[in-house]
Structure formats: C-alpha cells, structure tokens
C-alpha cells in the first residue's frame, strides 16, 4: 500500500497570496496516478485535478498540479476567499489511499 | 445531472452491521468506465477508502476492512450498497458513496453524495 503524506498540516496565508501544498508518496506512483480534492466544512469533498496535472471540469485555472514519482504538489494562486479549505491528495494504485489532508486558514 | 444519495440508519448498536445504500440519479450505474464506491471519513479526520463495484461485477475492497465488509449493486434499482459488520465506536464516521473514474481500476472520485453520519454508541 502506498502512503501519502501531505505537508504542512496547515498553512497559513492571506488572500492573494500562493499556497504551496505538498504530497509525498512513500513509494513511486505509477503513470502519476495522483489526484487533488478541496473539501469545505460540512461538504463532500470535490475533484481539482487528476493525472497529477489535469484540472477537473469547472476548476479555476488558479489551481496546478505539478510532480511526478513520488512528489506532487497543488498549487493555488492568488487565494480567493472561497479557497480556504482542507485539501486532500490521493494515489490510485491498488488500494486507493488518501493523504492526510492539509488546512488552508486565513492568516 | 448526475446525483448520488447515501441513505441508512444513523445509529448502528456495536457489533452489529452497518448497512447503507446510494441511490444514483441523472446517471447509470451501468456505464462504461465508472466504479461505484463507498469512502469514509471519522469526525475530524481524514478520508479513507472503503470499496467500490463495477457494473460488471468486479469489486476493490481496502485490505484493512476487507474482511468485514461487503458491496454490491442492483442495477435493476441504479442503487449500490455497502455492507460493515461487526462494527466497534471506531467505525463512526461520516460515509459518502461516489463516482469514480475507471475501468479495470478504480482511479479518482469524480463525483461524491453529500454522506451521512453513522454513530456507532460505544
């Protein structure tokens, strides 16, 4: 099984600043099978990118992904208000697995 | 639009089984390249994978649950279910059911239920 651990815990910035969210796999993950989830308090969690790179349908251009063999990173751009939530990356090898998740709060 | 319901109890006493349904609207469950599956979340945790069924019958299961838990679909109904048995306090959690991306694998969730919150009274 791999794990992903994701750093920091939290991250701290104002509006408009760049988050840098980091994902390390503890082994290679093949074709960059890595995906990226935002998830606001009392929601689901929804889909920002997969294939590492890929924006999902819908997603502002301010979101990147980047990385591949075991490091991936989302970036965000400029902090938009609605941005600040918990972010997840996830491998899909077999099993699928989660890192732990990273906060993004306002400073 | 394609919908995903979660529906069950929310309390289930320990050791008995916990059992939950999602219901797909606006969309089929018999679709190429779609599993169906089932993730978990304790209060103030992490995400973790639960399983997932293609239409055709294959299933992926989390090793460290697979032992008790089981997930079916009827495609008749376009429903999907899991089933945890033997359930302790630590299988409290929010449970979303969800589209994922895939054909022989599952690879990514792509659309989630809004999940549900079982209790589990320890």
């Known amino acids: 099984e791999i794990v992903l651990t994701q750093s920091p815990g939290t991250l701290s910035l104002s509006p408009g600043e760049r988050a840098t969210l980091s994902c390390r796999a503890s082994q290679s993950v093949s074709s960059n099978y890595v995906a990226w989830y935002q998830q606001k308090p009392g929601q689901a969690p929804g889909l920002l990118v997969y294939?590492?790179?890929i924006r999902a349908t819908g997603v502002p251009d301010r979101f990147s992904g980047s990385g591949s063999g075991t490091d991936f990173t989302l970036t965000i751009d400029r902090l938009e208000p609605e941005d600040f939530a918990v972010y997840y990356c996830q491998q899909y090898g077999s099993p699928l697995t989660f890192g732990g998740g990273t906060k993004v709060e306002i400073k | 639009q394609l919908q995903l319901r979660e529906s069950g109890p929310g309390l289930v006493k320990v050791s008995e089984t916990l059992s939950l349904t999602c219901i797909v609207s606006g969309g089929s469950i018999s679709s190429d390249n779609f599993f169906w599956g089932w993730i978990r979340q304790a209060p103030g945790k992490g995400l973790e994978y639960i399983a997932s069924i293609y239409y055709r019958g294959t299933t992926h299961y989390n090793p460290s649950l697979k032992s008790r838990v089981t997930i079916s679909a009827d495609k008749s109904k376009n429903q999907f279910s899991l089933r945890l048995k033997s359930v302790t306090a630590a299988d409290t959690a929010v449970f979303y059911c969800a589209r994922i991306y895939g054909r022989w694998e599952p690879y990514y969730f792509d659309s989630w239920g809004q999940g549900t919150l079982v209790t589990v009274p320890s």
């Open positions: 294939g590492a790179f």
